[in-house]
């Protein structure tokens, strides 16, 4: 038929499309598909499935004889089974080189987007929150980005997320940590401590002999509440997030 040819590449597109589209759905909340780190496996995906789906549509509208009705909408529909229904993510089941073939290592190649997308997210936060930064560095970002996110989250991410909740644990640790970069005396970290409730923490209650200890400990948690907050920010969409540039020290020469 010499219309074959042109309904074969329809089918082709329209089942990119679809795997493009449930691809986006598998995505959501997790990364970028298309990030720098993982946009050639989800291309890869969309080939692959898109080729699949196509060939399988072609054999069997060919079976049932019904070619010019049955070839693109099977083909559009097929990339929703592909993976959603066959390839479960997270499976606890040992991969084999048996399991990838049978389908036909799309499972290899979702393994490998989701390892890009996590790189991709890994780094994104690494641009926006530095372990190297000290206590004021720490708590001024927070406050940047918490500023940002409590504008623009809807009251239902900000609930999911607990910004607020971290931004009042991360004030409550640099208020901890500046008395202790100001060799304020332990009376006063203790009092400090109990006012913000942090002596619910025992490793704290543990390190008061220890203020050097105490802060390192306090300035690390503070990091890791920081880097909560941009995956939140990452989960949600907001990529164009710009990194927090501390201030210059000193006078330029």
Known sequence: MATTPLRLSLTFAL???????FLLLRCEGKGSPLGPHSRWWSLAVI????ALSTGVTFLVATIIEQLPSGLVSLGAVAPSGLWIGHIREGSAQRRSPYREAATLWLSW?????????AEGKNEWIEERANP???????VMAAQSYHEHLHGQLSAEDRRRYRIRSLMRNIEARTDVARLI???????????????????????YVRSLDDLGRLGNMLRHDTLRDLIRMLTAAYNCGFRRLAPYLPPRSGKPL
């Open 15 to 21: 089942a990119c499309l679809s795997a493009g589209f």
């Open 47 to 50: 080939g692959l499935t898109g």
């Open 109 to 117: 190649l979702l393994a490998r987007l989701d390892e890009g997308m």
């Open 132 to 138: 190297d930064w000290g206590t004021e560095d720490l």
């Open 181 to 203: 970069d100001n060799s304020a005396r332990p009376a006063k970290i203790v009092v400090a401590l109990n006012a913000s409730r942090l002596t619910q923490d025992a490793r």
